[in-house]
């Protein structure tokens, strides 16, 4: 992997990487997939796809039923800051 590409990827994910992680990737990037195209190897003949681990649970959703929904007051009086009828939250990504 180029140091072009590693540089990217590390603001993609918004990581610091030193220059000791930057040369240990290739080999811990190739190990990691190695051990992926393990799987390959697994025989999945006469094996239904799943898709979740427990097939036997399932969401049940309630009835929707309508009702009168809450004043904004009430919307927001446990809420810790409010500011032109929003809520106020922390910003979660620096610029």
Request: charged share 25%; glycine share 4%; net charge negative.
């Amino acid at each position: 992997m180029e140091d072009n590409d590693f540089n990217k990827l590390c603001r993609l994910c918004r990581i610091a990487a030193t220059e000791e992680e930057k040369k240990s990737f290739p080999k811990s990037i190739a190990s990691i997939l190695s051990y992926v195209a393990q799987l390959n190897d697994v025989n999945t003949e006469g094996v239904s796809p799943c898709f979740t681990i427990h097939e036997e649970i399932h969401t049940v959703m309630g009835e929707d039923i309508p009702e009168t929904p809450l004043s904004r007051d009430a919307v927001f009086a446990n809420a810790p800051a409010h500011t032109g009828g929003m809520f106020r939250v922390p910003p979660v990504l620096k610029q």
